[in-house]
């Protein structure tokens, strides 16, 4: 009988690794996270781990001990990717601890005396500089401070989402590194047929136009495989049985203004086209009606196409993207489905929306930070087959 293989989930936020760990077989003991209305959620999800609601800074070897005195077999780190991200300027540019809170993961991995560690994050971290002007990557101190602690073999690698049935063009680099020789590590590799569309994730969710008030609780008729999956408990493994209750599927409100933009913009289209789409007196005259702003955003207000994958989806999800046909942003429920939660998770930490100043990760900031739980699950198998050779 093959030994159960421990976790521990480092920067766990709402449960995204924890997920689809759980699906494959891996059993998480103890999860990191700093925010409240992240540990919220994955507590509520996830009740059988013990979540350290602290800084990782702050961890200490007793706060570990005390909630499980054993090796770990696998560390995950998804360490916060805003300095590495190359989609937001201002966040580039900042040089703070941020960037090497890898090492904070790499010294619980020693406590835990854990096998395997795996690192997540954006691609951008492969060309972030440690100082400004400076010459030396961030992603070789990284290399350097995993050899010097043992874990000196490693392989590097960047995954699609949708090559693992997730329905949107995510793409995440991981380093999977050990301190064993005798492991052989790998990869997890597509075996996804095709690309699951926005449609294919919508499927069953009730219409609902701006600023209906009335939360829909009930699925429609329609199903395609990947709702199939999303709504099979057997698969999970999360101990809650999907039934017809629907969550969290409520629409966000809109100013009129902002609805008629989003009538302006065609599948495919985001606000920055509206700018190059109207000769230039239509567009002061919009702007006079306060239908577009001043300046353009490139990432904000793209409108998905119901037969291709969506963009990425990231903790700025409710302002980047709309519905492909109706005339509003997407439900927090439309937002988990793009990222591959199952239906029966309930994000119950925090509020709906709340400004992203605040510590307080709203609902979808939690989804849009998590790991997609399918990724996941397939990064689960292929840890299974490195430990159990």
């Known amino acids: 009988m093959n030994k159960t293989i421990t976790h521990i989930d480092c920067f766990s936020g709402p449960g995204g690794i924890c997920t689809g760990f759980k699906a494959a077989g891996i059993e998480t003991k103890i999860a990191i996270e700093k925010v409240e209305s992240c540990v919220d959620t ?12 602290k800084d990782i800074r702050k961890v200490s070897e007793k706060d570990i001990k005390e909630r499980y005195n054993g090796t770990i077999d696998i560390l995950t780190s998804g360490m916060p990717c805003e300095t590495f991200s190359t989609a937001g300027a201002t966040s580039r540019s900042s040089y703070d601890f941020r960037q090497q809170l890898y090492s904070e993961a790499i010294r619980i ?11 997540e994050n954006v691609p951008g971290i492969l060309s ?6 400076g010459k030396r990557l961030i992603i070789e101190d990284l290399f350097d401070e995993l050899s010097s602690n043992g874990y000196k073999y490693y392989i590097q690698t960047t995954l699609k989402a949708n ?35 926005v449609k294919d994730a919508f499927l069953g969710l009730p219409k609902i136009e701006a600023n209906d008030p009335v939360e829909r609780k009930k699925y429609n008729k329609g199903e395609s495989k990947y709702t199939e999956l999303l709504k099979d408990n057997e698969f999970w493994k999360l101990g809650k049985d999907i039934n017809s209750k629907l969550t969290y599927h409520v629409a966000p409100k809109h100013r009129a203004s902002t609805i008629k933009r989003f009538e302006l ?24 009606q306060k239908i577009l702003p001043k300046k ?12 291709k994958v969506s963009k990425t989806v990231t903790s700025h999800c409710l302002d980047e ?16 489905r793009l990222q591959s939660f199952p239906d029966n998770y309930q994000f119950v930490g925090g509020p709906f929306i709340c400004p992203h100043m605040y510590e307080t990760q709203d609902k979808y900031e939690q989804i ?22």
């Open 321 to 336: 993207l709309v519905h492909p046909k109706l005339n509003r942003a997407l439900t927090v429920r439309e937002v988990a």
């Open 109 to 119: 991995a020693k406590i835990v005396q854990a096998k395997i560690i795996l690192f």
């Open 368 to 389: 849009g930070d998590a790991v997609p739980p399918l990724l996941a699950y397939h990064w689960g198998l292929t840890i299974k087959k490195i430990l159990q050779g």
């Open 42 to 53: 994955y507590s509520h999800n996830h009740p059988s781990v013990s979540v350290i609601h």
């Open 265 to 288: 913009i065609e599948p495919g289209e985001n606000l920055k086209d509206l700018f190059f789409k109207f000769p230039k007196e239509e567009v002061e005259e919009l702007q006079k």
């Open 296 to 307: 353009w955003f490139i990432q904000r207000n793209k409108r998905l196409e119901f037969n």
């Open 163 to 197: 090559d693992f049935q997730v329905p949107q063009k995510r793409e995440r680099y991981f380093i999977i590194a050990t301190n064993q020789e005798n492991l052989d590590l790998s990869i997890p590799i597509a075996k996804h047929n095709g690309e699951t569309t």
């Open 128 to 133: 972030k500089k440690v100082e400004k002007g």
